[in-house]
């Protein structure tokens, strides 16, 4: 697991013969930090997207249709779960769904990425700092050897930033 990473229920919401409606609203973020931004993703599948990351942003995931696939790593200098290698310490992935109703609160310092398993996957997330720009955040190269987290993915649809992204040792946070 990654210190600070969290695995939150969605409330169930309410459904009827119209749909659902739920509330996404999660207000134990650690130092009292809030949200500044939201962004919604609809990928068609194969695209890959990741890894990205900073050390000043917390993010809050969701999957609301479709299916992907995330996976974090820690980068920060000086945790107990910093990423080196073994998938124990330092190393999360979950596939997320419509049907899951679970956020994944992704601390600062850690980089993430996801894989789009069904086609017009939407993935809703919420960052405490307003995005700036590539020249923000760290990009690791996707398939870097060392956390191997799409190793079953071939010839996926990603940006030139991503299919150009720095080794995970090149990025400490």
């Not at 210190?3 to 013969?17: A, I, M, Q, R």
């Not at 000086?78 to 999360?92: A, H, I, M, N, Q």
Request: some cysteine; charged content about 25%.
């Amino acid at each position: 697991m990654i210190d600070g990473l969290e695995v939150l229920s969605l409330d169930k919401g309410f459904t009827d013969k119209r749909g659902i409606i739920y509330t996404t609203s999660h207000e134990s973020i650690p130092d009292g930090d809030i949200f500044r931004e939201e962004k919604i993703s609809i990928s068609h599948k194969n695209v890959l997207r990741g890894f990205h990351g900073d050390s000043v942003t917390n993010k809050l995931f969701s999957c609301f249709s479709g299916e992907l696939k995330i996976v974090v790593v820690d980068r920060r200098r000086g945790s107990p779960t910093f990423f080196t290698g073994d998938k124990e310490v330092g190393y999360f992935s979950q596939v997320l769904n419509q049907e899951d109703n679970i956020h994944i609160f992704v601390p600062k310092g850690c980089i993430n990425a996801h894989y789009v398993l069904a086609d017009n996957s939407v993935l809703h997330y919420k960052t405490t700092v307003k995005y700036n720009g590539i020249e923000s955040q760290q990009t690791v190269k996707w398939d870097d050897p060392i956390i191997n987290g799409f190793s079953e993915v071939i010839d996926p649809l990603i940006s030139d930033r991503d299919y150009n992204g720095l080794s995970l040792e090149e990025v400490l946070l």
